[in-house]
T-cell receptor, first 114, second 117 residues
Framework: QKEVEQNSGPLSVPEGAIASLNCTYS??????FFWYRQYSGKSPELIMS????GDKEDGRFTAQLNKASQYVSLLIRDSQPSDSATYLC??????????????FGKGTKLSVKP | GAVVSQHPSRVICKSGTSVKIECRSL??????MFWYRQFPKKSLMLMAT?????????EQGVEKDKFLINHASLTLSTLTVTSAHPEDSSFYIC?????????????FGPGTRLTVL
């Protein structure tokens, strides 16, 4: 069973703080990793993708990947109330037959307090 | 770029009727589209993978005769919920994978909220 695990939260941080979201995955064959943001009642929006070990930064967002530990995280710097949403971690096995199917975690609900 | 639309955004129907949901990639071509379902406060559940010009691949437990998928072109896939029942009420979301994006990227449509009375 291929699984993606996330802490469901809610994770509450004050405005301006760093929010740290974590995700672990079970299949060592996983090749690509994504973070999606989903506002209540809306569909997911891709915010970050990462394929190699290390950090990848995009604006206030930094994704971190450690394949040896099967761990991927998302840091949000200078958190804003508008960042309040559920963050979904998704993993793609990315090899023959998978057709690029994503396996989603259940999401972590982030609440940024003004 | 990479915009995916869905129509309708909301639909209410009577039990026993059929509902068709359209998913379009507006500014790119997609050989593969995915259909998900999400119940309140639950994660996305992949229902089926739709490939242009061929039959859809359904996930275990998803009835192919109930959820009919047609992927007639590189920019359009449709999901028809046949003989809908109240338990089919859910948020249905499609995603599309660009031809140029390889196997890794999916872009989601805004979703369709289905309520079956």
């Amino acid at each position: 069973q291929k699984e993606v695990e996330q802490n469901s939260g809610p994770l509450s941080v004050p405005e301006g703080a760093i929010a740290s979201l974590n995700c672990t995955y079970s299949d060592r064959g996983s090749q690509s990793f994504f973070w999606y943001r989903q506002y209540s009642g809306k569909s997911p929006e891709l915010i970050m993708s990462i394929y190699s070990n290390g950090d990848k930064e995009d604006g206030r967002f930094t994704a971190q990947l450690n394949k040896a530990s099967q761990y991927v995280s998302l840091l949000i710097r200078d958190s804003q109330p508008s960042d309040s949403a559920t963050y979904l971690c998704a993993v793609n096995l990315d090899y023959g037959g998978s057709q690029g199917n994503l396996i989603f975690g259940k999401g972590t609900k982030l609440s940024v307090k003004p | 770029g990479a915009v995916v639309s869905q129509h309708p955004s909301r639909v209410i129907c009577k039990s026993g009727t059929s509902v068709k949901i359209e998913c379009r990639s507006l500014d790119f071509q997609a050989t593969t589209m995915f259909w998900y379902r999400q119940f309140p406060k639950k994660s996305l559940m992949l229902m089926a993978t739709s490939n242009e010009g061929s039959k859809a691949t359904y996930e275990q437990g998803v009835e192919k005769d109930k959820f009919l998928i047609n992927h007639a072109s590189l920019t359009l896939s449709t999901l028809t919920v046949t003989s809908a029942h109240p338990e089919d009420s859910s948020f249905y979301i499609c995603s599309a994978r660009p031809l140029a994006g390889g196997p890794r990227t999916q872009y989601f449509g805004p979703g369709t909220r289905l309520t079956v009375l």
